[in-house]
Each structure stands twice: as C-alpha cells, then as structure tokens.
C-alpha cells in the first residue's frame, strides 16, 4: 500500500490547512488511518486517528482546532488556528486494525510526509 499525502504549506499563525492522503488500495478503507508530525529535532508523535467506521481519536495539543475525516481509502485532516508549534512534517499512516489508536506502533504503512510551517 502506498500513500500519498498533500496538502502543506505556508501559513500565518491563526490560518488554515486542509492535508489530504490517498492510499493506493482500498484494503484500507476496512483500517483505521491516522495522521502524525515531526517537528525538528523531535519525535514523530500522534496527532489524530480514525477508525473504519468513523470514530475519532486527537491528541489534546489539537482537539478542537483540527479535524480527521475519511472517505474509503482516503483520510482528511482539517487544521484550523494553527499555532507555530504545528509546524512539522505531517504523516499519514494505514492502521493494522480497523481502530482508532495513537499508537504509533500500530501502524503499518507510511506516506511519505508533507511539511507544515506556520509563522508568528
């Protein structure tokens, strides 16, 4: 499985971003998907999850201003009020299993990373 994700860019603190992944087989639209980033420096961490049917799990540093959706094969992560502290590369990941998880050993294909920058 492949994934392709898009959508990064350069935005004023306060905007918006609306990342896109697309899987290249609709083995996992019966998976959950999952979005995470890398800032510099740093370790890869969980942002948000959704299951197969819909269900939705954020890390708390994004609940309220970002928001996971699917369509199928393909998963959404609409980012409002970004903070410069979102700056990263975002990826996107196909779960092992049909949940919603923040594991991140519990993912089994990864895209290839969009990057995110949001200034002061």
């Known amino acids: 499985v492949q994934l392709q994700a898009s959508g990064g860019g350069l935005v004023q603190a306060g905007g918006s971003l609306r990342l896109s992944c697309a899987a290249s087989?609709?083995?996992?639209?019966?998976?959950?998907m999952g979005w995470f980033r890398q800032a510099p420096g740093k370790e890869r961490e969980f942002v948000a999850s959704?299951?197969?049917?819909?269900s939705t799990y954020y890390a708390d540093s994004v609940k309220g201003r970002f928001t996971i959706s699917r369509d199928n094969a393909k998963v959404y992560l609409q980012m409002n009020e970004l903070k410069p502290e979102d700056t990263a590369v975002y990826y996107c990941?196909?779960?092992?299993?049909?949940?919603?998880?923040?594991?991140?050993?519990?993912?089994?294909?990864w895209g290839q990373g969009t990057l995110v920058t949001v200034s002061s």
């Open positions: 990941a196909v779960a092992r299993g049909p949940s919603a998880t923040s594991r991140l050993d519990q993912y089994q294909y």
């Open positions: 959704i299951s197969w049917r819909s």
């Open positions: 087989r609709r083995t996992s639209s019966n998976n959950g």
